[in-house]
């Protein structure tokens, strides 16, 4: 079993930034990770993700050019580094791992889910 544990969110400005983090524990492995985030009314819907290595990455459009998605495996920490952000952008972030090589973008693909940090951006 594999525990998250998200931090780093909070209350924010249109074009603030914000560095959220995700720290595994348990019995990791070489997972996939990915972020997700859920707004009050709406579904669950794709922010990022990233490989075991870090070199493959993807985004959904709406953050590309904006967040970035790494991660340090000696931390099991993967971080998501949100720049300009956008009163759109207010929603519970969640982290989660895929027991898979390639990235994904699909929820249902990700086993482990962390709790969701909460990010406020006003206008």
């Known amino acids: 079993q594999v525990q998250l544990v998200e931090s780093g969110g909070g209350l924010v400005q249109a074009g603030d930034s914000l560095r959220l983090s995700c720290a595994a524990s348990?019995?990791?492995?070489?997972?996939?990770m990915g972020w997700f985030r859920q707004a009050p009314g709406k579904e669950r819907e794709f922010v990022a993700t990233?490989?075991?290595?870090?070199?493959?990455?993807y985004y959904a459009d709406s953050v590309k050019g904006r967040f970035t998605i790494s991660r340090d495996n000696a931390k099991n920490t993967v971080y998501l580094q949100m720049n300009n952000l956008k009163p759109g952008d207010t929603a519970a972030y969640f982290c989660?791992?895929?027991?898979?090589?390639?990235?994904?973008?699909?929820?249902?693909?990700?086993?482990?889910w962390g709790q969701g940090t909460q990010v406020t951006v006003s206008s």
């Open positions: 990233i490989n075991w290595s870090g070199g493959s990455t």
């Open positions: 348990g019995r990791t492995s070489r997972n996939v």
């Open positions: 989660a791992a895929a027991p898979r090589y390639y990235t994904t973008t699909y929820a249902s693909e990700y086993d482990y």
